[in-house]
């Protein structure tokens, strides 16, 4: 079979791209850009870009099974989902996964509506956010500065994702299924960053931020720090929402059921557990050493 990702050379495609091939699937991989996407040897590397249905043909010939994501270009939610999803199942796409973003998009309605066999992915939050997020301030310093530090989250591994991804696009049994996918357990901002420090073998600190400190500090152009949330708040902004530092406290500030309850759906579709964020942190220490 071959197996088409969209998104590949992003944190979860590339995992997807990996989780596939070890998998014996033969893996095409959809980039703007096939110059600049160093993927293992063996994946078929194609140009296209999922906000312009147009340049989709070739890459779905021949293809059985497709990894989506609903954003494309910015982390905007891809205006076209039907467009895309006709167009898979006109070349006989079968089976897709779906990697859900922050606000659902044309593409989820498309899919639901469609011929394809779906599977959702509803991740809370990726591991590799933290490389973003504190990998800057945690090279520079020994100190992390952030509002709501005992904000809780269940953050998944990225490489749990991809493996999740490549199980039901290659298995049967998980057509309908929408996964919501967390690491085994529920951690708060500074316990996070402690386990980084064990990981690191350093003495870190969590410095918690009052939400007037977060508004005085972070709306000064070239102070706000460099956070992944705000590649999709600013986007929410941009297209009239509320300003990026608002509905970043709103999000740390405001108890989120749904964001901080924990699954099983990475064992019960892999068969195994989840990893751990301290297992995470080791692997990627060398991300937070001091420069």
Do not use: C
Not at 75 to 83: A, D, I, K, M, S
Not at 121 to 132: G, H, I, S, T
Not at 199 to 205: D, F, I, Y
């Amino acid at each position: 079979m071959t197996v088409l990702v969209t998104g590949a050379t992003g944190t979860v495609g590339r995992q997807v791209v990996r989780h596939l091939l070890g998998r014996g699937a033969k893996v095409r991989a959809l980039t703007r850009d096939p110059a600049a996407a160093v993927l293992p040897a063996g994946v078929e590397v194609v140009a296209g870009d999922l906000t312009d249905a147009g340049t989709l043909e070739p890459a779905f010939d021949g293809v059985t099974a497709v990894h989506l994501i609903n954003f494309g270009g910015g982390y905007r939610p891809l205006p076209n989902g039907e467009e895309i999803v006709d167009l898979a199942v006109r070349a006989g796409v079968r089976r897709a996964s779906v990697l859900v973003g922050w606000q659902e998009g044309t593409l989820e309605a498309a899919v639901r509506a469609g011929a394809l066999e779906w599977t959702f992915l509803n991740p809370v939050q990726f591991m590799a956010n933290f490389l973003v997020d504190w990998g800057g301030p945690l090279r520079a310093g020994d100190l992390v500065r952030e509002p709501y530090g005992d904000r809780k989250s269940p953050p998944v591994d990225e490489s749990d994702i991809g493996a999740v991804a490549a199980t039901v696009l290659t298995e049967d049994g998980h057509a309908g299924e929408s996964y919501h996918l967390t690491g085994p357990e529920v951690l708060t901002a500074r316990q996070m960053v402690a386990i980084i420090g064990e990981a690191t073998g350093r003495s870190l600190r969590f410095e918690e931020l009052t939400p007037d400190q977060v508004r005085q500090e972070w709306s000064i152009p070239g102070r706000r720090p460099d956070l992944s949330v705000f590649r999709v708040l600013g986007q929410a902004a941009s297209s009239g929402a509320a300003d990026p530092v608002e509905l970043l406290l709103q999000l740390y500030g405001t108890p989120n059921e749904y964001g901080t309850t924990l699954t099983d759906h990475v064992e019960r579709v892999t068969g195994r557990p989840p990893r751990t964020y301290a297992e995470w942190a080791r692997e990627h220490a060398h991300h937070f050493r001091a420069a």
